[in-house]
């Protein structure tokens, strides 16, 4: 699994105003910005973000994510551009 891979799974489940994936193969760390973040809670987030993952999570595939979810509103107060 490569960056762009991950973020390729991610942008295809969700609408994303700002999409940035890194990490080492194995370990990853992602920031998204997307509107169907809106009135809901952080661990709900997480829950739409495994969903497009699918199984990779359970098959070791994607061995770590970590995450950082934002609705555009809040990605826009933190002073961050689109």
């Known amino acids: ?3 762009d891979q991950l973020q390729t799974l991610i942008a295809q489940a969700l609408p ?3 999409l940035h994936v ?5 370990h990853w760390y992602a920031t998204i910005v997307s509107p ?3 009135g809901a809670r952080a661990i ?3 829950q739409q973000v ?3 993952l699918g199984n ?3 098959t070791d595939e994607v061995h770590a994510l970590s995450m950082k979810t934002y609705t ?3 990605w826009l107060a933190r002073g961050e551009k689109a």
Not at 22 to 26: A, F, H, L, N, T
Request: net charge negative; with cysteine; glycine share 8%.
């Open 22 to 26: 890194e990490g080492d193969g194995r």
């Open 36 to 38: 169907a973040f809106e």
């Open 50 to 52: 495994y969903a497009a």
């Open 16 to 18: 994303c105003d700002h």
């Open 56 to 58: 990779r999570m359970a």
């Open 1 to 3: 699994m490569t960056a």
């Open 44 to 46: 709900q987030r997480h």
């Open 72 to 74: 555009p509103a809040e």
